[in-house]
């Protein structure tokens, strides 16, 4: 068992997802910060618990046993800081993703300024929304507030007018709002965030102050036309999370208490991640996190975060409204094996009413696999048009991103790295060159919000190694003919060997370099070919890493095509997957 | 590990809350003892609300409007009541559009609720009132069998159960529903053809109690005037062996039928309790289980997807299952012997 070396250095993370809790234990060795090991235990959110701390309790009873440490006293009470003969943590920070999506009313003016940019914050964490009201719409006042009292939102988020615009029809929509909360019954009615025009900020204030029982104010997300601010806005709905959540679950109260404070949505610490790394390397960088109950897509560059939540596209629950996004022959069209519709539409309902479940059988890990594939392409493409641009690529297709994180249980417990590369390669689509790496302990989310109160541990445990670089991966562009050379990679080791492959359109090429070696990577575009930096043009990526499958020139064509004959399609696929090692 | 749990027991103590939409009137009293048909509690509903600009329409400042308004909150008014009146040698008035109640006044507006409608809760359960919760409902308490299923049409009812699931397997057809089913709850394997639902609603029964539905009648199901209950779920699948044998075996009782949705957050499950007398108030079910050899198990996914089983031992250490993934497992045999290594989220316990 590692001893802390800096005074108030350990820290328990907890992560509450939809299915499963993990405890999360960091301590210092030799020095540095180190993940040290993860217990679990389901979540007990849902009934019959309906108390998420005895889920808590159990995954922390589950590190004790693995680090061999007391953490909690005989009253399962937790032990914060830790105490001098050895027990106990010095910190604890929480991340929340478990609980159906908040149920939320956005009000705004104009469609394409404040209603899109308030929509924009709805996505950035889980809220599902089940009313947009702007000026425009064509609802009698009335009519909006019958459809607000029916909806009984959890949360409505107000914007519009710009600083120093009109206030007039702000306060027809403040109208609504207000009526809306007083017809509700005083516990069911919502939480307020206000983004709009400041000017009406008091006015706001000394209506709705005693009226609701959460108000919180934002700087306009959208002050002028041409700007929109989105970051403090998406910061103070991180922040009235955990308060709308604790008025529909039992044991966030206490959790948010013993947190002090540092208890936040999953998706926007893992964001807050992503521009830290973004920052740091000055590049595009990326995460995917296929849930259970949500996906979640973000993306970073200069500075500039864009958080997007789909809690309709998930391995769980929202698989029973999956074909309202797509048709079944879509989410079928990965299937490396011959399965009917029907068991694939069992599947859906059968996963969508037991999401906890696992699949048993390889028929079931194929079609799992296949909606997995379908669900992160439908909401990476949904996400599209938010993300930052590093550099455009041909329309539609997806902007460079390096390094890209993955996390969720269907790529974390995938049975090859392969597998989970694979996976996120067909769904992606990237395009130039990216680092894929493989967040198989959910840290990601953890270490955005351990970066609350302590900047120094989630740098030493990304170095650490406790991620999985599943490959550099380069996805060039060409329009020749399946089969024709596109692109030349010399790949340098670091003891001085070579390799060279010649990557073909419609092929995947894989050039082995392992975990511990680095090499330096030539890439040679062969006739009108975008290796990732232009037509035509050549270039070095010195110090690659080893990783699992190491470099991985993915020729398949952007965006992939795959054949519609079934029979063919399926052998590609194989092909595909016995390319990346089964 | 915490194991899930699906109630299917022969004899057991049920307590079941029953609440109204919004606050309203008891009509019980607590050790009543209340039948499925019997009116518990009364509300009343009104789903519209009219916006009425009063200053705007006599033309006359907000603040000045107020001051014009005759009527309070609370106020119950009939349709063509004035609300206000100006002042001067013509003066305008603002009459009510509807019959309704003035739920707020402020800013030269009244709002008035319209469209009252009485609601009346249902005991739905035969049983004993166990706790009045003021203004909002009550808790029942009965004694019976408890079949808990997964998916359910939001509808309630009551009525005499007759068996035409002579197999776990059995499929109902659309000619299988005939008038001698008429008022009855029908218990019946899977439906795959919508016809059996309209056929249903045109002799009507009070209710179907089935093994498994096609996924795409599910929007049907959902207007179905009576409870639709599933047991195994979406697709089709076979009863489980419990639930069968225990249903089956009580044809021909009243039975209530519950078709809430599952609603993991809120706890709501579909469920059927048949009525039982008994001697001794038995043991209530137990919500919490941790998985121990010895216990009932039911498959949720293949393989046997639906078997139910016995629990032998829990592994110590993770399983590589045939298509590589690795889980914590136990190894269960089910009824028909065959032993199979499950992984532990795969499995519920019945109980």
Known sequence: MPTSLIEGSSLLALDIGSTTTRASYFDVVDGRYRFIAVGQSPTTAAAPVNDLGQGVRQAITDLEVLIGRRLMDDDKHLILPAQAEGTGVDNLVSILSAGPAIKTVVFGLLSEVSLESVQKLAHSTYLRLVDVIGMNDKRQTHEQVDAILRQMPDLILISGGTEGGASHTMKKILEVVGLACYLLPEDKRPAVLYAGNQELADEVKASFEKLVPTLHFSPNIRPSLEIENLEPAEKELASMYPKIRQRQMMGVEELSALSGGKLFPTSFAQGRMIRFLSNISEKATMNVDLGASSTTVSGAMGGRLSLNVFPHFGLGEPLSGLLRHTTIEEAMQWLPIDISADIVRDYMYTKAMYPATIPATPEELAIEQSLARQILYLAVRQALGNLPKARPPRAGLMPNFDPIFASGSVFAAAPTLGQSLLMLLDAIQPTGFSTFILDQGNLLGILGAAAECNTLLPIHVIESGAFINLGAVISPLSNAGAGTPILRARLTYDNGEETMVEAKQGSIEIIPLVVGRTGNLRLEPVGRTDAGIGYGRAYRVDGVQGSALGVVIDARGRPLRLPSDAARRRELLKKWLWTVGG | ?351
């Open chain 2, 1 to 351: 590990m915490l194991a899930p749990v699906t109630h299917i027991i022969p004899l057991t103590t049920i307590i079941r809350t029953r609440m109204l939409p919004t606050a309203g009137t008891i009509q019980v009293r607590s050790g009543d003892k209340v039948a499925p048909a019997d009116v518990v509690a009364e509300t009343t509903i009104a789903r519209e609300h009219i916006l009425i600009d009063v200053a705007h329409a006599l033309g006359v400042p907000p603040a000045k409007a107020d001051r014009l308004i005759k009527c309070s909150r609370g106020d119950k008014l009939a349709k063509n009541a004035v609300i206000a009146r100006s002042d001067g040698i013509i003066p305008r008035s603002v009459k009510t559009p509807r019959e309704g109640r003035v739920v707020a006044i402020g800013g030269g507006q009244l709002m008035l609720e319209v469209g009252e409608t009485p609601f009346e809760l249902r005991a739905g359960y035969p049983g004993i009132v166990a706790q009045i919760i003021e203004n909002r409902g009550i808790v029942i308490q009965t004694t019976g069998a408890l079949v808990q299923g997964i998916w359910g049409n939001g509808r309630m009812e009551y009525g005499l159960m007759i068996n035409l699931a002579e197999q776990p397997n059995h499929v109902l057809q659309p000619a299988d529903v005939d008038v001698s089913l008429r008022g009855s709850i029908i218990l019946a394997g899977h439906v795959g053809d919508e016809k059996v639902f309209r056929n249903a609603t045109d002799l009507p029964i009070r209710g179907m109690i089935l093994g498994s539905m096609a996924p795409s009648l599910v929007p049907l199901a959902m207007q179905m005037k009576y409870p639709i209950l599933v047991i195994e779920g979406l697709g089709r699948r076979n009863m489980n062996m419990a639930a069968h044998k225990l249903l089956t075996t009580n044809e021909k009782r009243e039975v209530a039928v519950n078709a809430e949705p599952f609603d993991r957050y809120a706890g709501t499950r579909p469920e059927v309790v048949i009525p039982l007398p008994v001697a001794q108030e038995p043991p209530l079910p137990r919500d919490l289980e941790a998985f121990a050899p010895g216990l009932i198990v039911r498959l949720l996914r293949n393989p046997r997807q639906g078997a139910v089983g016995t629990l032998e031992v829990v592994r110590s250490v993770p399983v590589i299952l045939p298509n590589g993934i690795k889980a914590m497992c136990a190894d269960v045999r089910l009824e028909s012997n065959e032993q199979l290594v499950v992984p532990l989220v795969n499995l519920e316990v019945l109980g």
